[in-house]
């Protein structure tokens, strides 16, 4: 496929959710793809799901856009978790620096908020945004219906786990870590401990054997870096200790930021 069918591609979801949200229809179309795929990622991120709305898309979008997902995320190069080395600390667990959406691992941890939907702020850098936009509309839908379900939003430190769509990860599992206002407290690090807890229990109730961390609560959440990563990694290996028979083989310390690789390199690495 060549970049003009990209494009075309790219203009189709585009039309199918104007049609949807006929507000944003001003927008020119743009010939750039990357100013195409924007535009689409904006119009993703501020999409309501049906089940609020009544819309539908047509059968069409979804292929469509699983080709253009997957295509891009091949593009970036996909990352196999089972070929990561073993940290020199302990060989149940491995560091990565890199996009968490490019990574094949059975269950990639999203830092989600209490509403559990996905981030609504077009084009935004978080986490959230991005695992919602390379997973496709269909990660929303099915967080809508499991909320819905619950009746109340996330509470901190518990976890939830969806298919992960049009990623290379099997699934995600969200968590909602703690906002951290003013002094780190005790139960700030007690919410963030139970966040990595609750998340390996719903990995090793669904049998997998790969999980792969983001740094949660440390970005808008405000959590102290050095200490986020000393709570994970200690609560991660003292989980693993208590569970001798669990499916989960390999915890993936996924990190974005040179700050938080030169952290967990102090950690893990020795």
Known sequence: MDMHDLTEQLHFLI?????????????????????????????????????????????????VQSEVLKRITGEKGITEAAELPPAKLDPRLSLWQGDITTLRADAVVNAANAQMLGCFSPLHGCIDNIIHTMAGVELREKCYQIMKTQGHEEPT????????????????????????SGWLTGKDKELLASCYRSVLSLASDHQ???????????????????????????????????????????????????????????????
Not at 15 to 24: D, F, G, H, R, V
Not at 157 to 173: E, F, Q, S
Request: net charge negative.
């Open 208 to 270: 997998l054997e790969s999980v792969a961390f983001c740094c949660i609560s440390t970005g808008v959440f405000h959590f102290p870096q050095d200490k986020a990563a000393e709570i994970a990694v200690s609560t991660v290996r003292s989980w693993l200790d208590a569970h001798p028979g669990t499916s989960v083989q390999r915890v993936i310390f996924n990190v974005f930021k040179g700050s938080d690789l030169d952290l967990y390199r102090k950690i893990l690495l020795g």
């Open 157 to 180: 430190g518990m976890a939830k786990i969806t298919p992960g769509y049009n990623l290379p990860a099997r699934y995600v599992i969200h968590t909602v870590g703690p906002i951290v």
């Open 15 to 63: 039309k199918c959710l104007e049609t949807e949200m006929p507000e944003y229809a001003e927008y020119a179309m743009p010939e750039d793809p990357k100013q195409a795929f924007d535009l689409y990622r904006a119009l993703c991120n501020v999409r309501m799901p049906s089940g609020d709305t009544g819309h539908t898309l047509p059968d069409d979008f979804y292929t």
